[in-house]
């Protein structure tokens, strides 16, 4: 299986909303609303704000990720990124893929390291992946995600130097 990975087009976004909605209705990852629509999905993973990518494989989008500065003015040079995997690609090495090329574009734009705000605890294929490229849990935040199965669960903090 080959994965190709580029710069997202407006094209693209109904594939992309195919993985947010799919992804996001768990309620188990993200804080967005799990029943959001369409429009919000765009406003936030289209913003001219950031960068917006997409994983190709066999022709189709298996998964899509963002790349922007965690903070504006002097926390600008650190990056941030949110990573979002098709359910049929999930286990496929899409996500490995997307987060090392996260973290080459980052790189390449200048950024100095990478800081993930909200890695919900339960999420453990995540950080097991994060941990295996470099991050470092460097906080916990107690009980601040409210898991639709689990109720209220940890988040973490991840960090690495680029």
């Avoid at 369409?38 to 001219?48: F, G, I, K, L, T």
């Avoid at 189709?60 to 600008?76: E, M, S």
């Avoid at 470092?136 to 209220?152: A, D, K, M, Q």
Wanted: glycine share 10%; proline share 3%.
């Amino acid at each position: 299986m080959g994965i190709e990975i580029r710069k997202a087009e407006a094209v693209d976004f109904p594939g992309i909303w195919a993985i947010f909605r799919a992804v996001v209705h768990k309620g188990d990852t993200y804080v967005f609303d799990p029943d959001c629509d369409e429009a919000y999905a765009r406003s936030v993973w289209m913003s001219d704000q950031m960068a917006t990518y997409v994983a190709v494989v066999d022709g189709r989008i298996a998964g899509t990720y963002i790349l922007k500065a965690n903070q504006p003015g002097l926390g600008d040079h650190v990056a941030n990124a949110a990573f979002m995997v098709s359910p049929e690609n999930r286990r496929g090495g899409v996500g490995r893929a997307m987060g090392e090329h996260a973290l080459e574009e980052a790189r390449r734009a200048g950024f100095r390291a990478m800081q993930f705000n909200f890695v919900v605890s339960t999420n453990t294929g995540a950080v097991k992946l994060w941990e295996s490229l470099g991050f470092e849990i460097v906080g916990t935040l107690p009980e601040v995600f409210r898991h639709r199965e689990l109720g209220f669960v940890d988040a973490y903090v991840l960090y690495r130097k680029l």
